[in-house]
């Protein structure tokens, strides 16, 4: 997912966390991020909501507290908190219907139009109902199904969100936004092999498709394969030079491994174009973001 994809999966990614913990490597360097997961052999770090796997044979101290060498450290019990409760979607298909007339497809997309506007006014319970009115009409309608996947997505239930997916792509096996959408689930429900797989599916069909260019770029970063997310980011940008989200992953990226200056260089510009595209939540974000840099 910023195309509908991209937009939100970029911005929720900017947001610093809480509170952060200083982090200094026996190289020198040091990191700020909030240490989200632990164990014996390395710490989950997030930065600016993409989650950092560092291992603490590299790190010197957390908070001034020396690490010692993982042979000479306990198994530490790492204790999860039960995840929220969420509202259960029960799914099922909407009933065929033998035949629909012209009349009824065309009120089907109409439709669908007021549920794509709900949409890009965030007013998703709004967009959710058009879309199920469409369904109603034409319970074989790729596109319905598609937005209600996206809709639950962005409620934050994107455990929902998979079957409508799932049936936009059985209804029409090439539909490459559905498919990089089921990239965009798995990715936030942290299943990250899962999303790769998708949007790698993705540009099978569409190549240059730059939301999945962009999701493998937070995918791979978010599972410590750092060169890998910078190339499909360098990707997305040689696509269009002019796409924001790509500048402000590498930014990310550049960041999470000390590289202040690369990780400035790609903020200002991904500045440049929200600002150009006035996105006042992306230029928010990154002026967040601008401030933590060393001077």
Do not use: H, W
């Not at 450290?73 to 204790?79: A, D, I, Q, R």
């Not at 009409?137 to 409508?164: H, R, S, T, V």
């Not at 990089?180 to 540009?203: C, P």
């Amino acid at each position: 997912m910023k195309t509908v994809i991209c937009i939100l999966l970029l911005v929720l990614a900017f947001f610093a966390p809480v509170y952060a913990e200083t982090i200094v490597f026996k190289t020198g360097k040091t990191v700020e991020g909030k240490i989200v997961e632990r164990n014996d052999k390395a710490i989950k770090v997030d930065i600016i909501g993409i989650p950092v796997t560092y291992y603490l044979n590299d790190i010197e101290s957390i908070d001034g507290n020396k690490i010692m060498p993982v042979e000479q450290t306990k198994p530490l019990e790492v204790k999860k908190e039960p995840p929220p409760v969420k509202e259960k979607i029960n799914f099922e298909p909407f009933p065929q219907k033998k035949t629909i007339s012209l009349g009824e497809v065309k009120e089907a997309q109409e439709d669908f139009q007021k549920g794509t506007g709900y949409f890009k006014e965030k007013k998703y319970d709004e967009a959710i109902a058009e879309f199920e009115k469409a369904l109603k009409i034409d319970p074989e309608f790729a596109e319905g199904y598609y937005g209600l996947g996206y809709a639950y997505c962005y409620k934050n239930q994107c455990d929902a969100a998979l079957p409508y997916f799932e049936k936009a792509i059985e209804l029409s096996p090439n539909y490459a936004d559905a498919i990089n959408g089921l990239g965009y689930a798995y990715g936030n429900l942290g299943n990250y092999d899962k999303g790769i797989e998708y949007y790698l599916k993705t540009l099978k069909i569409k190549e240059n498709n730059l939301d999945a260019l962009n999701g493998l770029g937070y995918a791979y970063s978010s599972i410590g394969k750092y060169q890998e997310g910078i190339n499909y980011f360098k990707k997305a940008i040689k696509v269009n030079p002019e796409y924001a989200p790509a500048y402000s992953g590498l930014g990310i990226v550049y960041y999470s491994l000390t590289q202040f200056l690369d990780a400035k260089e790609n903020f200002l510009k991904a500045r440049e174009l929200y600002k150009k595209d006035n996105d006042e939540q992306g230029v928010k974000a990154i002026d967040e973001y601008l401030d933590k840099l060393p001077k």
